[in-house]
C-alpha cells in the first residue's frame, strides 16, 4: 500500500524559503512518477512540479511556468523522500501544497493521472 506524508508547510514572508517534503512507502523501486499540486481557495488543483523515472532514461523532471527558476523538485533515495525547495515566494504561491504518485511515468502534469495523494500542507506567503 502506497502511503505519502507531506510535511514542511508553514507561514512566510514573500521572498522567503520554505522546502516540502514528501516520505514515500510502498513505491516500486523504479518506474513512477511523483509531483506537488497545489489549491487555493475556490480554485482547481494545478501543476507545480514533477518527476518521473523509468528504467531507460532515468530521472525526467518539469514545472509551471510560474515556478520555474524559483522552485526546485529533488529525491532521496535513501529516505525515499521527494522534496520541494521554494525560494522566493510570492502572495501567489499561497495554497495547500499535495504530494503525489502513480506508477504509470507519463502525464506528469495531469492530477487526473495520479491513483495515490498526501494530506497536503499548507503554504502561506504573507508579510
Known amino acids: 500500500q502506497v502511503q505519502l506524508v507531506e510535511s514542511g508547510g508553514g507561514l512566510v514572508q514573500p521572498g522567503g524559503s520554505l522546502r516540502l517534503s514528501c516520505a514515500a512507502s510502498?513505491?516500486?523501486?523504479?518506474?513512477?512518477?511523483m509531483a506537488w499540486f497545489r489549491q487555493a481557495p475556490g480554485k482547481e488543483r494545478d501543476f507545480v512540479a514533477g518527476?518521473?523515472?523509468?528504467?531507460?532514461?532515468?530521472?525526467?523532471?518539469i514545472y509551471e511556468d510560474s515556478v520555474k527558476g524559483r522552485f526546485t523538485i529533488s529525491r532521496d533515495n535513501a529516505k525515499n523522500t521527494v522534496y520541494l525547495q521554494m525560494n522566493s515566494l510570492r502572495p501567489e504561491d499561497t495554497a495547500l501544497y499535495y504530494c503525489a504518485a502513480d506508477p504509470e511515468v507519463r502525464l506528469i502534469n495531469d492530477h487526473h493521472h495520479y491513483r495515490y495523494w498526501g494530506q497536503g500542507t499548507q503554504v502561506t506567503v504573507s508579510s
Open positions: 510502498g513505491l516500486p523501486d523504479s518506474n513512477y512518477k
Open positions: 518527476m518521473s523515472w523509468n528504467g531507460w532514461s532515468g530521472a525526467f523532471m
